[in-house]
């Protein structure tokens, strides 16, 4: 098809932004749909905002377009994760080998910016507060309702894309048009609470700025990430229901309570932390699985409307970033041939797609449960160390997920279950490991199971 025909994109976030990018620098017309009001001149509805960690595939997405030292400017590098003990003890867990580390970025920061680049190019216009209310894949028809004047309008392109999240509009368009759709959609027990720590009296960090602060607590935990401004955004992640959940903590008094106990390091730094619990909204956290992606060679799933994701890898924002780099790769490949293009797309992604989301809530029970645990404090030290003296033999499953884009997340979540088994069989057969890992006995002992 011809540079010169227009494309429809279904949602302006993250992915929906940068997708327009890509598919401007092509020549394509773009026109974005945001069910939003303009963030960059509203106030949004501030409580449910989760910090995104920024790693390699992520940057690869947007070094693709050339916006990647754009997007570091308002980043944080965090080197590894700080464990905050409920004795008040911590320790600092390196993600990687010394240089690796991961970025933290406020969800509205890096989308505003992300919008700003996009428009920035004369052949992108964001049209805010409109509403998809379907999309007929056969002719390329995209319905919206202006939420300001409740105007119903269609729009036709030659492509569309529905890059409108977990809950996406264009999504449910066709699972109810087409015939053998398949769709999974699975909620943890747990949901999450945004809560604060502030900046110092003269801006600086109270915590360590350049980590990932987590405060395990087996079925439940928090989080803290670093922003620009010298604050953290925390999240809390606990059962709705049950011991030690939302359901429990009903007044102030309880929250109170429920902080000493639990988190009591942390209650100095958090000055407005009653007013933020009990202000701030209580969100879920869904997985979603769909086939197909593509529709009558004309619409495409992307990001989390094609695969909603737990954020506890960090990798939601970096797969659906990666989306957009298989996609443009193959539109070279293919020579726009958007029948080939579309085809293989989602025969590409699909299995990447149901890896990552299995990875995020493998990590979930990993980030609460064990980063505190001794015999899984000392298999990542024997790993690192392994990895270290036969880094043709061993990548770490986190390394390979979070540092190397050269590796699709299906065969990092199957060589990473390989690691798994061969380290518990490893830590089980040799006694007196705890004292001494860094011996023959247990090199050969892994090489023999490689």
Not at 193 to 199: G, Q, V
């Amino acid at each position: 098809m011809s540079n010169s025909k227009s494309i429809t994109v279904v949602g302006a976030g993250l992915v929906g932004s940068l997708l327009s990018i890509y598919l401007a620098k092509r020549g394509y017309n773009v026109n974005v749909y945001e069910r939003r009001a303009d963030m960059r001149k509203n106030k949004m509805s501030a409580g449910k905002s989760i910090n995104l960690a920024l790693s390699d595939r992520g940057l690869r997405g947007l070094d693709g377009v050339g916006i990647g030292d754009e997007i570091r400017k308002i980043a944080i590098p965090m080197h590894g994760r700080f464990i905050h003990a409920q004795d008040g003890s911590t320790n600092f867990q390196p993600y990687g080998k010394k240089g690796q580390f991961i970025n933290s970025v406020s969800r509205a920061g890096i989308n505003m910016k992300l919008m700003d680049l996009a428009e920035s190019m004369s052949n992108v216009k964001i049209n805010f507060s409109e509403f998809c209310t379907a999309v007929d894949s056969r002719k390329g028809i995209s319905k919206f309702t202006n939420e300001n004047s409740k105007e119903e309008h269609s729009v036709t392109s030659d492509l569309v894309f529905g890059s409108d999240g977990a809950f996406s509009a264009a999504r449910l368009s066709a699972m109810l048009g087409h015939d053998r759709f398949e769709y999974r959609q699975f909620y943890l027990e747990h949901g999450y609470k945004e809560l604060h720590i502030p900046s110092g009296p003269n801006g600086e960090f109270l915590m360590e700025k350049n980590a990932l602060h987590i405060w395990p607590r087996k079925d439940f935990m928090m989080i803290a990430l670093p922003n620009i401004d010298g604050t953290f955004t925390c999240t809390l992640f606990m059962r709705f229901e049950g011991e030690n959940s939302f359901g429990n903590i009903k007044t102030k008094e309880d929250v109170k309570a429920f902080f000493e106990k639990t988190f009591p390091d942390a209650i100095p730094l958090m000055p407005t932390l009653i007013e933020d619990y009990m202000h701030n909204p209580t969100a879920s956290l869904v997985t979603v699985k769909c086939f197909p992606w593509t529709f009558d060679d004309k619409l495409a799933l992307i990001g989390d409307a094609a695969h909603a994701i737990v954020p506890f890898y960090g990798q939601g924002m970096n797969c659906g970033f990666e989306d957009c780099v298989v996609l443009n790769e193959l539109i070279d490949k293919h020579k726009e041939n958007w029948h080939d293009i579309m085809e293989e797309y989602q025969q590409l992604r699909k299995p990447d797609g149901d890896a990552v989301a299995d990875l995020a809530i493998g990590n979930f029970v990993e980030m609460r449960d064990k980063t505190a645990d001794a015999k899984f404090i000392l298999q990542k030290k024997i790993e690192a160390w392994f990895s270290e003296k036969h880094p043709d033999k061993w990548i770490p499953q986190y390394t390979m997920v979070t540092y190397r884009p050269d590796i699709r997340y299906s065969i990092a979540k199957e060589r990473g279950m390989r690691n798994e088994q061969i380290m518990q069989e490893v830590m089980a057969g040799i006694p007196g490991i705890e004292n001494n890992f860094q011996t023959e006995e247990v090199e050969k002992a892994i090489l023999s199971r490689i």
